[in-house]
């Protein structure tokens, strides 16, 4: 077999040696093939030390900031399933990369936050409270208040720590029936009892935290009574003998029952004003801004896995504005910063869902005369027009920087007045306490 190899060699190298020759003939000069017809050789893959390199030099290459967005779908995806897998990364460690960032301590010149929470104000006390911090404190502020007005602090109980709105309706109007019957009917016994096993009263009434501290502070006391024509025995609100001589007090905690609210606190804007400054436009918001329960995690993590579907498609420009709608609402809260023609900043902590109407009235609480027209223009000097729309409809959140503009015509008429204006229109004492923003 090796013989019949060499042959087939010794063959192929005869047939390629050209045209044969006498060894009487003078010797012949190869003719040159034209370079043209030169047949490339082909490319030897690269070695594994090759790979290894190129390897390293591409990964020392997507280190680097890039210039622009990719612009393939497929590198699109990909960029998307980085981040969904970085995200589920720091969801594990109880952080959203949005945490990540602000909570990383190796950031070298991280500047001061702009804000230091998101607060609140008891509207029984009030006293100021971190957001962290609220539920506790009205909680609180309603069980102290038990000594000067049980009736009214079980109430607020049954109306603020109860958060199915819709239990809490049923449960108060059934209540009300109750003492609407003895109201009409004071004769009757049976309406001055209340059995604790009813059927209706443990489905509507007794689920409710605080009924029963409303119960005793309005006069009812809990009795064992034998059953009619049985043996056994049931507990029962019994209302009190005494209580029949005010049944007007009766029917006012029926209305206040009624007619009340839960108790929720009012957030607190920080107002702030600083000096001009070029930093006017940066923000550094803390975790209140951007906290979100495990819950939101994962819903965050699951609408990102569906926009690696959504990268690959078209969409019309409607789609792309729900989206980015959609995107706006996770954000419960924003900090917004106006900026006056002599450069003095406005700033204030706002509801991401309040209107841009509330913004208008909080610059004009802060004008030294607040009847002067003006408008307030947002990045990009788009005219804040339609006062009804929300801050996250608007794209101000989580955080906005906004020009305030006078109107043109009644500046000209002060100026030509010839009257001496104040240096600046906000209120003497906002400028009194002026800050440098940092």
Same mark, same amino acid.
């Given at each position: 077999m090796r013989k019949f190899f060499q042959e087939i060699k010794a063959d192929l190298k005869f047939k390629t040696a050209g045209p044969g020759q006498k060894?009487?003939?003078?010797?012949?000069?190869?003719? !040159?093939?034209?370079?043209?017809? $030169?047949?490339?050789?082909?490319?030897? #893959?690269?070695?594994? !030390?090759?790979?290894?390199?190129? #390897? $390293?030099?591409? #990964?020392?290459?997507?280190?680097?900031?890039? #210039?622009?967005l990719p612009s393939s779908q497929e590198a699109i995806k990909n960029q998307v399933r980085k981040e969904l897998m970085a995200e589920a990364a720091a969801s594990e460690k109880g952080l959203t990369a949005q945490e990540e960032d602000l909570t990383s301590p190796d950031q070298e010149g991280a500047a001061a936050l702009s804000v230091s929470g998101v607060y609140f104000i008891c509207p029984l006390t009030g006293t100021v409270v971190k957001k962290d911090k609220k539920e506790k404190h009205i909680r609180e502020a309603i069980q102290s208040y038990f000594s000067v007005d049980p009736v009214a602090a079980s109430i607020m109980e049954i109306h603020t720590f109860n958060k199915d709105r819709e239990k809490v309706r049923v449960g108060v109007e059934t209540m009300a029936k109750y003492l609407d019957n003895i109201y009409l009917h004071p004769e009757e016994e049976k309406y001055r009892k209340i059995k604790l096993q009813n059927k209706v009263f443990q489905e509507r009434i007794s689920c409710l935290e605080g009924i029963h501290r409303f119960f005793q502070a309005i006069g009812f006391e809990t009795k064992t009574l034998p059953v009619p024509g049985q043996e056994t025995t049931e507990e029962y609100y019994v209302l009190k003998e005494e209580m029949l001589t005010k049944l007007e007090d009766l029917k006012d905690y029926k209305e206040q029952l009624l007619s009340s609210e839960p108790v929720r606190a009012q957030l607190d804007r920080q107002l702030c004003v600083f000096k001009p400054s070029p930093e006017a436009a940066r923000f550094e918001l803390p975790n209140d801004f951007y906290n979100l329960t495990a819950e939101e995690i994962k819903r965050e993590q699951r609408l990102r896995t569906e926009a690696v579907e959504k990268a690959s498609m078209l969409?019309?420009? $409607?789609m792309r504005e729900k989206e980015e709608q959609r995107e706006m609402r996770k954000y419960n809260y924003t900090l917004l910063r106006v900026r006056f023609p002599d450069g003095y900043i406005l700033q204030g902590t706002f509801y991401a869902r309040e209107s841009v109407s509330v913004l208008y009235n909080f610059v004009r609480e802060a004008l030294r005369d607040d009847w002067l027209p003006f408008e307030l223009l947002g990045p990009g000097g788009l005219k804040l027009a339609d006062e009804k729309l929300a801050f996250n409809e608007c794209g101000l959140v989580p955080s906005a920087l906004l020009t305030l503009a006078w109107d043109a015509a009644v500046m000209a008429d002060?100026?030509?007045s010839g009257e001496e204006q104040p240096a600046s229109s906000l209120k003497p004492e906002l400028l009194s306490r002026v800050q440098t923003l940092t």
């Open positions: 060894l009487s003939e003078p010797s012949r000069v190869p003719k !040159e093939k034209p370079k043209a017809e $030169a047949v490339p050789k082909p490319r030897q #893959a690269p070695t594994d !030390e090759a790979q290894m390199a190129a #390897a $390293a030099a591409l #990964a020392r290459m997507e280190l680097k900031p890039k #210039a622009k969409r019309t420009r $409607a002060i100026q030509a």
